[in-house]
């Protein structure tokens, strides 16, 4: 007989062009296929199983109660979309009230900051089980004796995988009208100054394309969103600010992937978009963000770790090596990690 789960979290709705919109859509999908599944959001779509609830912020409704009551879950996921808020926490608490017998799992992509005294809140009603894939937030569970796992993130091998041959790129290219003999470096995510995307103009002014796939949900009101996209247009780098279906193709079309965050949580804990271009066989550039060298070190050497002032010589050193150097990848242990962690979780 399969274990009952009850996955709630915010926005299941596409489009999924953003790590923890992923996130969320890849955990429902991987939940459904090894338990039995109750899903509970407030924004998504019509399917069995799963329902839309329209509730208080804290979920605590007479609705959301008969659902996870009725259900009997062995187990709760919590996945957040605004990470570890206390509001989160206060959250969780609700919703496990609903469901006594089952265990509690807490999933939270990027640390949030507290109050001292929400804090020490938090270590009062602190879920029995959390799992992140950022090192600050673990770090902060660990002091307040939070119960934790730091776990990778999964990517999707079925769509994010290298593309056969050099035709296939300059068709890919000519399909975004962007230039087919460039040199292309890309990057994903929001347009906002905590990105630091305006050290790639460095990389334009020496004769390569950089190209920015902006997301479709970064907030309106993100710090010098408008003012930091006309300077990276003014300096000719190229921004698709438009929703890309099948975005696994903008990476493939790519020569380099390029991630210049420095800011601590102005990104989720393991960057997405890096595993995804890594999954794609595309080399990576990054800083070093979060918790990407703790599970994929060099990756085989299709990841080069570069402080912002020196992207100029690491995109050089890297485009003069052949293509295939870069394809072999820890993308896949990664989902085993993640499916091992988070499954015997509930399984326990």
């Given amino acids: 007989m399969l274990k009952k789960v009850v996955f709630i979290t915010e926005y299941l709705n596409p489009p999924y062009d953003e790590g923890i919109k992923k996130t969320a859509y890849n955990l429902w999908l991987e939940l459904g296929k090894k338990y039995e599944l109750l899903t509970i959001c407030r924004h998504g779509f019509k399917k069995e199983n799963l329902h839309i609830v329209n509730t208080n912020a804290l979920y605590f409704s007479a609705e959301v109660k008969s659902l996870i009551k009725n259900f009997k879950p062995d187990a709760l996921v919590y996945l957040p979309f605004q990470s570890s808020t206390f509001a989160s926490y206060l959250r969780l608490k609700v919703l496990a009230t609903f469901a006594k017998k089952a265990r509690p799992v807490f999933i939270a992509l990027q640390p949030k900051p507290l109050k001292k005294w929400q ?11 959390a799992l992140t894939p950022s090192p600050m937030l673990k770090q902060f569970w660990d002091t307040i004796e939070v119960p934790n796992k730091i776990i990778p993130l999964l990517t999707d091998l079925t769509i994010f995988k290298p593309i056969s041959d050099t035709t296939t790129k300059e068709k890919l290219r000519k399909k975004y009208s962007l230039p087919v003999e460039a040199t292309i470096i890309s990057h994903m995510g929001h347009l906002n100054e905590g990105r630091n995307l305006q050290t790639l103009i460095p990389l334009q002014q020496a004769g390569f394309q950089v ?5 479709s949900s970064t907030p309106t009101d993100a710090v ?6 006309n300077t990276l247009l003014a300096s000719g780098i190229i921004i698709v600010d438009r929703f890309i279906k099948h975005i696994e193709e903008i990476y ?4 380099i992937y390029i991630f210049p965050v420095v800011k601590k949580n102005s990104s989720i804990g393991m960057p997405l978009s890096i595993l995804e271009a890594r999954a794609c066989g595309i080399p990576v550039i990054t800083t070093n963000y979060g918790s990407i060298q703790t599970y994929m070190e060099d990756d085989f050497g299709g990841i080069k770790y570069s ?3 020196e992207f100029l010589r ?3 050193e890297i485009s003069t090596k052949p293509t295939q150097t870069f394809i072999k990848t820890k993308v896949s ?4 990690s993640f499916y091992d962690t988070l499954y015997t979780q509930i399984d326990e």
């Fill in 314 to 316: 690491s995109v050089t």
């Fill in 333 to 336: 242990e990664l989902n085993n």
């Fill in 307 to 309: 402080e912002p002032n």
């Fill in 119 to 129: 804090q020490g809140f938090v270590k009062f009603i602190k879920p029995k089980m």
């Fill in 252 to 255: 493939q079309l790519s020569d």
């Fill in 224 to 229: 010098g969103t408008k003012s930091i996209k």
């Fill in 211 to 215: 190209v920015i796939l902006g997301s």
